[in-house]
């Protein structure tokens, strides 16, 4: 009889340990996914900005506004670098959601069974 409970409650927390690592494989998929769509409409945004600081510069080139495409050039230098930054959140975060979910695995993986 004790063996027969025995081996019900390692299979039970067996059953348990998976279920727990795909609940957090889930939550973790879904962080990550929060982030990208997030990083994707920023990509997009930034894009759009600098296609339209683009075609303004060549406008201004066209007409020999060299004042004016100088300032713009200079927009548009630092909203490239804002560009960049914003990306490089993103995938500070990524990388910061892969080392917690790889940090609460382990965990679960060494924690006695209760």
């Not at 067996?14 to 982030?35: G, H, P, S």
């Amino acid at each position: 009889m004790t063996a027969r409970i025995d081996r019900e409650t390692e299979s039970f927390q067996n059953i348990l340990q998976e279920e727990l690592v795909n609940i957090t494989n889930q939550y973790f998929d879904n962080e990550r996914k929060a982030v990208l769509d997030e990083r994707k409409q920023v990509e997009e945004a930034y894009n759009q900005k600098i296609a339209e600081y683009k075609r303004a510069i060549n406008t201004l080139k066209e007409n020999n506004a060299v004042e004016q495409f100088s300032a713009l050039e200079k927009d548009l230098e630092m909203t490239v670098k804002e560009y960049e930054q914003s990306l490089k959140v993103f995938d500070d975060k990524l990388t910061e959601i892969a080392m917690l979910q790889t940090q609460v695995l382990a965990y679960m993986k060494i924690s006695p069974a209760a």
